[in-house]
């Protein structure tokens, strides 16, 4: 019987096409990093038929874009009619640094990563992209993050000087725990995308961003569109929102998430969506324009590189007790 897919999963499958084979601009467009709107122009997309997920019925309202809402969990529990569900959920497993190191039996940094590239298909890599949208609400998003360096500890790790300390038990798995901000974030991630939604109609979520030609690295983004990456933020003090608004005060942490979310997806320009304080009443979005930096990104991802060999890399011998 032939299986049915939603327009959110065709969506989404179309962002997998896109980020196994970028598309070429057709023309250079270079701005300034800036708080204001762009053009909406969009490239026609095609329809593809990658991958066969069996899902169950979802919603076509206005707040499609809504993780907690929006998109039906794949089953969890695949059964002999969910074959296909079944085999990406195993093939998009087997692309977790846990999974891999255990089949590597060397002790060798870059023969592991080299190993990693030949292990990690880009059809599975697109399948983890599909089946973590809901990304911190699944379990396999989880289990794809340990062992890599993400772009939102990237700054960090470019910086970290202490080589088995709280940085590196974090990318290995250990909660860092749950604060006031993240929880508004949480809360409120959901209604900015559908408000962006409206003005960028191209906008969709996504999960998890893997690339074979960087297995130690990973990027979730908030959502993604043709031609930009999102991230959202949900300040709830007047000092945090004037930093975010503001490039030039934005902090390191949070400009080096953004340019490796831009790298991983292959897109040269990124949405920051800055929830307004009072964003539950006026439901007021501020968004900032940022430009990737190709220089910046290829110097940060050679100091966090250093980092996830010396550090994240030994972490994962130990943790199967080997030196």
């Known amino acids: 019987m032939p299986i049915l897919i939603d327009k959110n999963i065709l969506d989404a499958m179309r962002n997998c096409v896109v980020l196994i084979e970028p598309i070429a601009s057709t023309e250079k467009r270079k701005t300034n990093s800036s708080v204001e709107n762009v053009p909406r122009k969009r490239k026609p997309l095609q329809s593809v038929d990658l991958l066969r997920l069996q899902v169950e019925p979802l919603s076509l309202s206005n707040t499609a874009l809504h993780r907690e809402s929006s998109l039906k969990k794949i089953k969890k529990e695949p059964t002999p009619e969910n074959v296909d569900s079944k085999l990406e959920l195993e093939a998009a497993s087997k692309l977790s640094m846990m999974s891999l190191i255990q089949e590597y039996k060397g002790n060798n940094p870059d023969e ?9 298909q880009r059809e599975a890599c697109c399948s983890a992209t599909l089946l973590t949208i809901e990304q911190a609400d699944t379990d396999l998003w989880h289990e794809l993050r340990k062992g890599r360096i993400t772009a939102s500890r990237m700054h960090e790790a470019s910086r970290c000087t202490v080589r088995n300390g709280s940085l590196t038990n974090k990318i290995m798995g250990l909660s860092s725990g749950f604060s ?3 929880k508004r ?9 559908s408000e962006l939604q409206k003005e960028f109609p191209s906008l969709r979520p996504t999960g ?20 930009f990456v999102l991230e959202i933020k949900c300040p709830y003090t007047p000092k945090t929102y004037a930093c975010y608004v503001d490039v030039s005060k934005l902090s390191k942490k949070y400009f080096a998430q953004i340019q490796l979310q831009m790298h991983m997806t292959h897109r040269k320009k990124a949405l920051l969506g800055v929830a307004a304080l009072d964003f539950e009443t006026t439901k007021k979005v501020t968004k900032v324009w940022i430009d ?32």
């Open 185 to 193: 974030g949480t809360e409120l991630e959901g209604q900015v995308l």
């Open 112 to 120: 592991f990563l080299t190993f990693c590239s030949n292990r990690m």
């Open 208 to 227: 998890l961003v893997l690339d074979p030609a960087h297995p130690w690295m990973g990027a979730s983004p908030d959502g993604i569109s043709d031609e």
């Open 180 to 182: 006031f901000a993240m």
């Open 292 to 323: 990737y930096d190709k220089e910046y990104v290829a110097n940060i991802m050679e100091d966090s590189l250093a980092f996830w060999r010396d550090a994240v890399f030994k972490a994962m011998l130990r943790k199967f007790h080997r030196k």
